[in-house]
């Protein structure tokens, strides 16, 4: 079904999980919550998914892609533990977290859209204005997310201060 390999559905069913995971997340929080049950989920997921594209990736840009999100999602995961930074982790934190959904969700879009429904695909193709136009509007959610995100994590600091100063 859809052109699938059985390791190609180990490789999308293990990192499905993680697509509800970071809009739960983001939604309910703002940002991915590394030591959150949620959080561990959604780490576990992508490493599924980061590590099983090598096994199935059949073009150069998939492994790139995997290994900028493994990098991302290590480094992610992995700054909260570095005692220097203190509350400032939470925005390097952030970042590379964030752009670990981004970098699942490209691919995700781009290989539903060109394979689904079965048979007559959506996007006919990478140059398909459909799939462009897609992958342009996740940019710009990127973008404004990364934003707000930032926004966001000032404006507590602040209230921090303002709160350990009274």
Same mark, same amino acid.
């Given at each position: 079904?859809?052109?699938?390999?059985?390791?190609?559905?180990? /490789?999308?069913?293990?990192?499905?999980? =993680?697509?509800?995971? =970071?809009? #739960?997340?983001?939604?309910? /929080?703002?940002?991915?919550?590394?030591?959150?049950?949620?959080?561990?989920?959604?780490?576990?997921?992508?490493?599924?998914?980061?590590?099983?594209?090598?096994?199935?990736?059949?073009?150069?840009?998939?492994?790139?892609?995997?290994?900028?999100?493994?990098?991302?999602?290590?480094?992610? #995961?992995?700054?909260? #533990?570095?005692?220097?930074?203190?509350?400032?982790?939470?925005?390097?934190?952030?970042?590379?977290?964030?752009?670990?959904?981004?970098?699942l969700m490209?691919?995700?879009?781009?290989?539903?859209?060109?394979?689904?429904?079965?048979?007559n695909p959506?996007?006919?193709?990478?140059?398909?204005?459909?799939?462009?136009? =897609?992958?342009?509007?996740?940019?710009?959610?990127?973008?404004?997310?990364?934003?707000?995100?930032?926004?966001?994590?000032?404006?507590?600091?602040?209230?921090?201060?303002?709160?350990?100063?009274?």
């Amino acid at each position: 079904m859809f052109g699938i390999s059985p390791l190609g559905w180990l /490789h999308t069913l293990g990192s499905l999980p =993680a697509i509800p995971l =970071a809009i #739960y997340m983001l939604a309910r /929080h703002g940002r991915i919550v590394p030591r959150s049950a949620a959080g561990v989920i959604y780490f576990g997921s992508m490493l599924i998914g980061g590590l099983t594209v090598f096994l199935v990736a059949k073009q150069p840009v998939s492994n790139v892609i995997a290994v900028a999100t493994l990098a991302l999602l290590i480094a992610g #995961y992995g700054v909260g #533990y570095v005692s220097r930074l203190g509350r400032a982790a939470a925005y390097p934190e952030t970042i590379f977290l964030t752009l670990t959904v981004f970098l699942l969700m490209v691919p995700s879009v781009n290989e539903t859209l060109t394979r689904v429904p079965d048979g007559n695909p959506i996007a006919s193709g990478p140059g398909s204005p459909i799939l462009l136009g =897609a992958l342009g509007s996740l940019f710009v959610m990127l973008v404004v997310g990364l934003s707000l995100q930032i926004i966001h994590l000032r404006r507590q600091g602040r209230a921090a201060l303002v709160v350990s100063h009274r």
